[in-house]
């Protein structure tokens, strides 16, 4: 190939350093990573990173494995809240089919926690707005039959002699498990019927506009409808406000179900109460609790 000198660029001037004792700094220098600013998924990936994969001099990998997970209940999770998700996260996934397996027919489940706020899994974590809570109350039920498996799972790999506490797990399951859900059934349908509030800033009960006078019947508060002056209007009646999620919870045996209704200051008292029967489903008695409830709303205001 021949080329023309004509047509040949110059060559580009020789680098001169602007600066003899180094680059220029950077104008923006960001501090070095910890657990607690690492993205979620990343913290995720080391926990995960903790388990063993081969066994030990006296001890077999799942062995170990158990050790690890019971390290991750009882000390790694409490070490800041970015870890308590992480850990949890494993933690909840790893025991949720044994979970599921001991659920008492025809009682339903549904333990995973719901967030308040959706959160990112890829962004930068803060651990100042993490947030622990969540509205499914079954979840502590699941976290509780997780502090207590992961204890007897170890012991178990250490003794032969130890004996598992079946009394500790009926306790769960029996009580405790269906309650909880029943108290989760009663937040969806109660939502969706106008009866109950998740909303931290809906009205709590007995508040709204209007006269508040006392119900004779009841013995609760009731508002009194505004009327007009002019006949040929008609009379407006206040909505009764939903009751706020927070202050309602379930009393539950094998044949009778209440939902107790708490608020700041005052004691917990017996709203509404139904029977059922052992072999009802959950789902239908907290629709019925529902429908009362409204009824009781309509009565109270």
């Not at 030990?56 to 062995?63: A, C, P, T």
Request: glycine content about 4%.
């Amino acid at each position: 190939m021949i080329l023309d000198e004509k047509s040949m660029q110059p060559p580009p001037p020789p680098y001169f350093s602007t600066q003899a004792n180094g680059p220029p700094p950077f104008p923006h220098c960001r501090p070095p990573m910890t657990l607690s600013t690492l993205p979620s998924h990343l913290l995720l990936q080391i926990v995960h990173m903790t388990f063993p994969q081969t066994s030990g001099i006296d001890e077999g990998r799942l062995e170990r494995q158990r050790k690890t997970l019971y390290w991750l209940s009882v000390g790694l999770r409490l070490v800041n809240r970015a870890l308590y998700i992480a850990c949890m996260h494993v933690l909840r996934s790893t025991y949720l089919p044994a979970y599921d397996s001991l659920i008492r027919s025809p009682y339903s489940s549904d333990p995973f926690p719901l967030p308040a706020s959706p959160q990112s899994a890829f962004a930068p974590v803060n651990p100042a707005n993490l947030r622990l809570e969540t509205m499914q109350r079954e979840t502590a039920t699941l976290d509780l039959f997780i502090a207590l498996k992961v204890r007897e799972d170890v012991w178990a790999d250490d003794s032969e002699l130890h004996l598992e506490r079946d009394e500790s797990f009926k306790d769960l399951f029996d009580l405790a498990q269906p309650r909880s859900r029943l108290e989760d059934l009663i937040r969806v349908y109660g939502v969706r019927e106008g009866v109950v509030s998740v909303d931290a800033s809906a009205p709590s009960y007995g508040s709204g506009s209007g006269n508040i006078t006392p119900s004779p019947t009841s013995g609760v508060f009731r508002h009194s409808p505004m009327r007009s002056t002019k006949g040929k209007q008609p009379v407006r009646s206040l909505k009764p406000a939903p009751l706020p999620f927070s202050s309602l919870s379930i009393s539950f045996s094998p044949r009778k179900v209440g939902l107790v209704l708490g608020t700041a200051g005052k004691s917990k008292r017996t709203i509404v109460e139904t029977e059922r029967t052992r072999d009802e489903r959950l789902e239908i008695t907290a629709k019925r609790l529902v429908r009362q409830l409204a009824t009781w709303l309509d009565e109270s205001y």
